[in-house]
């Protein structure tokens, strides 16, 4: 659902408009074969086609307000989280292993960068973005950081990244974050 709901809830309403045009039909045609029908019948399948029109005329009056769309805020929030991800995550393997929740391979795959940057097979603003994914990644699986971590993070703090601990820290579920990351991998891999 690329649309995140808005095609779908126009075509909702497109449904919604051609079925109360439909009942209206059924209405003019009840009508007009009322003397074929006894009296039971007549009113039995005009009462049901009446209730069926309220329904219908209900849900239009909801979509139109606003009240009733297939776009609904935790569509809003999942987008914002998969925005965020994607933006403040740029390395596929610090993604997978934050949606797999793995906090130790995180600061092993830390431990390594740590000595190729020290011995130059890494270049420093590489070490620095992933560094700060990693961090961040740790933070959010709820990992203590040492000070220097927290240092290193308020020196190099990104917007992205910033944004990222803004739209996630009251979602509730940190599965849900996690699924999000882990349909990010998916897509990357």
């Known amino acids: 659902m690329a649309s995140r709901g808005k095609s779908e809830t126009g075509k909702l309403r497109q449904n919604l408009e051609e079925q109360l045009d439909r009942l209206m039909q059924q209405l003019q ?6 003397e074929e029908l006894d009296e039971e019948e007549y009113e039995e ?25 297939l776009v609904d805020e935790l569509s809003g929030m999942q987008l914002a989280i998969q925005a965020a ?5 740029k390395t596929p393997e610090v993604i997978r292993l934050f949606a797999k929740k793995q906090p130790g391979q995180l600061r092993t795959r830390l431990a390594e960068m740590d000595r ?3 011995v130059g097979k890494l270049p420093r603003d590489v070490y620095t973005q992933q560094k700060m994914e990693i961090l961040t990644a740790l933070r959010k699986l709820g990992e203590k ?12 703090a990104t917007a992205t990244l910033s944004q990222f601990e803004k739209v996630t820290p009251n979602l509730g579920s940190e599965d849900k974050i996690m699924a ?10």
């Open 85 to 89: 991800i994607s933006q403040a995550f």
């Open 145 to 156: 950081l040492t000070a220097d971590d927290e240092a290193f993070l308020s020196e190099n």
């Open 45 to 69: 399948t005009k009462k049901e086609t009446l209730e069926q029109l309220h329904e219908i005329n209900d849900s239009l009056k909801k979509i139109m307000t606003g009240d009733m769309t």
């Open 180 to 189: 999000l990351a882990s349909s990010g991998v998916k897509t990357k891999a």
């Open 29 to 34: 045609d009840l009508e007009e074969c009322r």
């Open 116 to 118: 190729d940057v020290i």
